[in-house]
Structures are given as C-alpha cells and as structure tokens.
C-alpha cells in the first residue's frame, strides 16, 4: 500500500506541463473531533492520491485543514468523496482567485498534534465552540460600527502587504503570539465591544472565536471564509471591497491581488512594492519583499552575503551547508538586520 509520493516535485511539474490540463487551487478546514487521524490521514492519501490531488493536508484530533490543487476534470469526484466522510460533508471549499497549475507539486498529508498551532494547554477549551460567522455584506456593515473592534488575526509578514481599513495588525510572527496580546489589548472591551475577526481563509479565525468566547468575551463574530470568500462574494454581489492591496497565501504564489493598492515596500531600497520571494540562497531561504530592480541587481538573495554564495558553484554551496541545521532566518519572515526598509 503506497502511503507516500514517488515523484519529485521536478518531475510532477514536467507531467502537469504535458497533460496541458487546468487545475483548481482549493483550501478549506474543518473543526471536528476525530478519533483516530491515522487512519483518516491513510484514506485521504490514497483516495486523493488516485486523483492526482496535490497539496498539503493536515489531520488532527481537532480536525482538517487542507490546500489543494485538483485537476479540473476531477473536481467533481473530489468533492464527491469529502460529502461521503460525514464531517465534511458540504464543507466550504474555498477556490482561489488567482488560479495557478502549480501551486503545489506534490501530496502531502500529514499527522499533526493541531490543525492550527496555538501554543494552547487547555482542556477545557472546546474549538468547535465557534463564534458568529458573518458573511461580505454584514462584515462590511459591522466594520463601519463605532462598536466594533476589527483584528487582523494573521502574522505581520501577511498583513505588511494587505488588510481591511482600520483593522488592528498585530506586530507578531505566529498566530499563537497574537492570542494572548490582543486577549490583553482588548480586555477592557470583553463585554461592551464586538470583536470581529478575519484571516486567510477563516481557520485562525474559528479557533481564535472559539478561544475568546472561552475568555469571557460576548460578542464574537468572524469573517466565513476569510478574505478568500469575502473577495469572491465582494465581486458576485457587487460590494464595496474594503481590503487594500494583497491577500497572502501559503503556496508558490505567495500572494492574490485583491486590490490595486500597493501598502507596502521593497525591504532592499523602500520603493512601493509587495512581492514576496524566498531568498535564492539555500541555506538563507529568508521570506522578503524584493522589487524587480532589487532581485536583478542582487540576483534574488537578501544581502550581499547570500548573493555571494548563491553564485558558488552548486557543490561548493552544500559543502558550505554540510552538519549545519537549517537557517532560523526562514521563520524570521523579513525581520532580518540585512533588510534595511524591513516593516
């Protein structure tokens, strides 16, 4: 029984090529208490792997969070087989607005302690305990309430290239960070304030809901389907969209335009810009934005360090890398010295 992928993600990239087929970027999770996500995690490999389902999926106690990319023809019997698992039945599917054949390049789909990391050791915290969720138009309405209290519940390497107007963007580079700093921010306001909170696609979202009822907070409401389905629904409904600029997402993209707003900067040489890249430097990996100028003139690394080992030849550069552990600057997400314009 094959529970893992044979092909590289070279290799995977070449057959999509070759098929010439469109592909479906799809995320969506779910709350729930499974028993045994061993056994879960096993079916969802194998069925989707009969697919050629490609993404990233994990399993947990508390439930699925899943980022897929699905081949177009096969759309149909995908969603086939998550109406057929009970707790997944009709589940939201969030389709990205920005559509890529690549987004992912293999299968992964992993056991996890948490679908979410919270940093959480509470037993009596219950995640399926959720808050209200609201959709596009009544978002629109309970921002523009003197009563509200809007939270950016995403990282600030998210936010520092897009988020909705006047929307609080905790300085923090985990999600686990921000609850207990806006839980303190915001302890005054637990019972005469509404707390209203979006993410991504909505999963940090229900947890964090979920988390603050826990707290003693009253009025909780939260974004369904994050900005993701807020987009979609701003577009078919002809709303006014109140997110400015770029909704980060966790793929190759690393980014879907949702407004033609550029809030952010080259962290090399301050020009607007909100292009984030990887530092081309392996053993650096830093998370930036560069603008086109920058990434030429400094052949797509963050300093001139990484620039100057990236342009050693391949063998020399894993002789450098050899009995080191990989860079922590990965998880930095541009707070790096190097980046002089850094947030």
Not at 34 to 46: K, S, T, V
């Amino acid at each position: 029984m094959q529970l893992y992928n044979t092909l590289s993600a070279k290799e995977r990239e070449k057959l999509i090529e070759e098929a010439g087929q469109d592909r479906l970027t799809i995320s969506f999770y779910k709350y729930a208490h499974i028993g045994n996500p061993q056994i879960l995690r096993n079916h969802l490999f194998l069925t989707w792997d009969e697919m050629d389902v490609l993404g990233r999926i994990y399993v947990a106690f508390e439930g699925v969070n899943a980022q897929l990319s699905v081949p177009a023809e096969n759309f149909n019997a995908f969603k086939s087989h998550l109406d057929s698992i009970s707790f997944l039945e009709n589940v939201r599917l969030n389709i990205a607005i920005e559509q890529d054949n690549k987004s992912f390049l293999k299968l992964k789909v992993k056991v996890r302690d948490k679908i979410v990391a919270d940093g959480l050791n509470d037993n009596t915290f219950d995640v399926t305990n959720k808050g209200i969720h609201v959709g596009a138009e009544q978002f629109n309405e309970l921002i523009e309430d003197p009563d509200t209290v809007l939270v950016d519940m995403r990282n600030h390497y998210e936010s520092e290239i897009g988020h909705f107007k006047n929307a609080i963007t905790p300085d923090v580079d985990t999600f686990r960070d921000s609850l207990d700093i806006i839980e303190q921010d915001l302890s005054e306001h637990k019972e005469d304030k509404k707390l209203v909170m979006y993410c991504t696609g909505g999963i940090r979202c229900e947890k964090a809901s979920a988390y603050y009822k826990h707290k003693g907070f009253k009025n909780v409401y939260q974004l369904e389907g994050g900005i993701i389905e807020y987009t979609r629904q701003v577009r078919a409904q002809n709303l006014e969209n109140k997110f400015l600029g770029k909704n980060f997402v966790f793929d190759h993209r690393r980014g879907e335009r949702i407004s033609e707003d550029v809030i952010s900067h080259c962290h090399q040489c301050g020009k607007p810009c909100d292009t984030h890249v990887n530092c081309a430097n392996e053993a650096c990996h830093l998370l930036f934005i560069q603008c086109a100028e920058c990434a030429a003139a400094m052949d797509n690394c963050c300093s001139t360090e990484c620039q100057e080992i990236h342009g050693l030849p391949y063998e020399e550069q894993k002789e450098l890398r050899k009995g080191k552990g990989a860079s922590n600057k990965i998880f930095k997400k541009g707070r790096s010295p190097v980046l002089k314009y850094k947030k």
